[in-house]
């Protein structure tokens, strides 16, 4: 199948919105420690540059967790094939994700967390797909609301490339021409 991707969301906007987030995130946990916790491999790109613009103590730790496999859509079946490296409990957890579609993997996720007897967990996400969601789950931090479209960038893959791109990227698929 050929495809093309289109520009949905600039670089310029994307680093404007990462500096806002952090300023928000940044005034809400003044005086507190936050272990930030990102979700391989989509979220490394964001987090990265999020924490870079955040001036208070933080951790960082990772978890890779599984439901989409090569594909486009959730399997709605959640692996996790890395746990966190610290202890939870009694802390202040902020999951950062690429992308809340379905909910399905972050509700899980955020749930797993909340079982280790966390103080608060919230979730900070570069983008929302809204119109996908099958589960109540909602960003406390959330740079940018998006339509039902597959996209890719800034973290984000399409069968674990494009990851690179600077900017959000709209996947296009043409139906091949016989």
């Known amino acids: 199948m050929d495809y093309t991707i289109e520009t949905l969301i600039p670089r310029e906007a994307v680093e404007k919105r990462i500096k806002e987030l952090a300023s928000e995130i940044e005034k809400d946990y ?17 987090m990265s540059d ?8 933080l951790v960082i ?24 490296d610290f202890e939870l409990k009694g802390k202040e957890i902020l999951i950062i994700e690429d ?9 899980y996720v955020r749930e797993f967390i909340e079982s280790k007897g966390t103080k608060s967990v919230a979730i900070c996400t570069l983008l929302d797909k809204p119109s996908r969601r099958k589960v109540d789950i909602k960003g406390d931090y959330v740079g940018f609301e998006i339509p039902d479209e597959f996209v890719v960038g800034y973290g984000l893959d399409y069968a674990q490339k494009y990851r690179n791109l600077p900017y959000i990227g709209v996947v296009e698929f043409h139906e091949d021409e016989e």
């Open 61 to 84: 730790d990772f978890m890779s967790v599984s439901s989409y496999g090569n594909g486009t859509d959730s399997t709605g079946v959640v692996k996790i094939l890395k746990d966190t």
């Open 30 to 46: 003044k005086g507190r420690e936050v272990i930030v916790l990102g979700l391989l491999k989509g979220s490394v790109i964001f």
């Open 99 to 107: 992308i809340i579609d379905t909910g399905l993997t972050l509700k």
């Open 50 to 57: 999020l924490i870079k613009e955040i001036d208070i103590p």
